[in-house]
């Protein structure tokens, strides 16, 4: 039986599994975008806090603690987007410009960490919205993910690639990061 209580509980898992999904392709390097596209994609900071306010403060009403962590950070970045050492980090790190740069098997375990954490959170709201859910309505949900996904991350419409077999467009987006922009996250194009 579908309720609003049910709807919102199925949305938000979506949402949660969508990111967590997400996170991982960039964490496991498996899908990235060039810095250049990354870069304008700012609002998706944005739109991840937003998630986990609604699954935590408005509808589950209970990890509030946790999602608060998550939501400064990506305010943080939302906001400083391009404007700081850490923010510009995460940027690069998060991009093919980081995989064709000659520093990119250094392990920066802030990155790394943040990340992870990001995952932590989305998979804890996933878990207690699942709770809400018939097992139906989860496997549905989780097959809508994967199928958003491979629309967004491997559809020919935009630039995220694997690291190691980039289309010759995609290419010639990239520009391999120096040294100090690995270590500090700035950038010649800002």
């Not at 960490?113 to 804890?124: E, K, N, Q, R």
């Not at 996933?126 to 559809?155: E, K, P, R």
């Not at 922009?181 to 950038?187: A, M, Q, T, Y």
Request: proline residues 3%; positive net charge; aromatic residues 18%.
């Amino acid at each position: 039986m579908l309720n609003l209580e049910n709807m919102a509980a199925f949305l938000l898992f979506f949402l949660e599994c969508y990111h967590v999904s997400g996170h991982l392709n960039v964490l496991f390097r498996i899908r990235l975008l060039p810095r250049r596209d990354l870069v304008r994609i700012r609002f998706y900071f944005l739109f991840d806090l937003l998630t986990v306010f609604a699954s935590s403060f408005l509808f589950l009403q209970r990890l509030q603690w946790l999602a608060a962590i998550q939501i400064v950070q990506h305010l943080y970045y939302f906001l400083f987007w391009e404007k700081t050492a850490p923010a510009k980090k995460i940027v690069s790190w998060s991009s093919l410009d980081w995989t064709a740069s000659e520093y990119k098997e250094e392990w920066h375990f802030d990155s790394i960490l943040g990340t992870a954490f990001d995952i932590i959170v989305h998979c804890s709201m996933a878990f207690f919205l699942g709770q809400y859910l018939s097992t139906v309505q989860i496997l549905l949900s989780v097959f809508l993910v994967q199928c958003s996904l491979l629309a967004v991350l491997c559809g020919p419409w935009f630039a995220w690639s694997t690291p190691w077999a980039a289309p010759k467009w995609v290419q010639k987006r990239i520009r391999p990061l120096a040294k100090e922009e690995c270590r500090l996250g700035l950038s010649k194009e800002s």
